[in-house]
Antibody, heavy 121, light 106 residues
Framework: QVRLQESGPGLVKPSQTLSLTCTVS??????????WSWIRQPAGKGLEWIGR???????NYNPSLKSRVTISVDTSKNQFSLKLSSVTAADTAVYYC?????????????WGQGTLVTVSS | DIQMTQSPSSLSASVGDRVTITCRAS??????LNWYQQKPGKAPKLLIY???NLQSGVPSRFSGSGSGTDFTLTISSLQPEDFATYYC????????FGQGTKLEIK
């Protein structure tokens, strides 16, 4: 059973870069054909898709964040990562990583438990 | 981007009730529509994928239907553990979610 776990700093200063890692356990990140995604949720609000990376490295990003987002994969560590630059208070949210089991039809399962990132000086 | 609109935004119901939540897309999305349940402090959980396919392990009282622009999630007989927030999500890039429907106990 595949499990995902987010990790990274819980507090980031404005204008700095938010960096998170998602560790995949219970299976190899490079086995099968999957996308691996990041999604975020501000407190009390809805879900926003950030982007995805294919096992072999191709990426897609939300146009609203594209200029600030980089998603990468490290197959040797069974991890994929998110970098979001020039953060502001509006980037404060719970960040989730998730697997996309079907490359032809994005749905998300499973999800990590989520990690809260606060942007504040 | 494709906009997803759920209705209602909130709903009060009782255990045993039949409940329907609707989701409308701003343009046709075929059957590329998924449903999630989220409880406070927890990650969303996939319930239905590709409009009508029940995810493994999800109780059969949950069902989904629709295609094109209009979709529904139905809970046939509400159980206490079903009180949560429900989100629809369309699969075209960029992926977008509905604003959520909060299901509360009456």
């Amino acid at each position: 059973q595949v499990r995902l776990q987010e990790s990274g700093p819980g507090l980031v200063k404005p204008s700095q870069t938010l960096s998170l890692t998602c560790t995949v356990s219970g299976g190899s990140i490079s086995s099968g054909s999957y996308y691996w995604s990041w999604i975020r949720q501000p407190a009390g609000k809805g879900l926003e898709w950030i982007g995805r990376i294919y096992t072999r490295g191709s990426t897609n990003y939300n146009p609203s964040l594209k200029s600030r987002v980089t998603i990468s994969v490290d197959t040797s560590k069974n991890q994929f990562s998110l970098k979001l630059s020039s953060v502001t208070a509006a980037d404060t949210a719970v960040y989730y990583c998730a697997r996309v089991p079907d490359v032809f039809s994005d749905w998300f399962d499973p999800w990590g438990q989520g990690t809260l990132v606060t942007v504040s000086s | 981007d494709i906009q997803m609109t759920q209705s209602p935004s909130s709903l009060s119901a009782s255990v045993g009730d039949r409940v329907t939540i609707t989701c409308r897309a701003s343009q046709t999305i075929s059957s590329y529509l998924n449903w999630y349940q989220q409880k406070p402090g927890k990650a969303p959980k996939l319930l239905i994928y590709a409009a009508s396919n029940l995810q493994s392990g999800v109780p059969s009282r949950f069902s989904g239907s629709g295609s094109g622009t209009d979709f529904t999630l139905t809970i046939s007989s509400l159980q206490p553990e079903d009180f949560a927030t429900y989100y629809c999500q369309q699969s075209y890039i960029p992926v977008t979610f509905g604003q959520g429907t909060k299901l509360e106990i009456k």
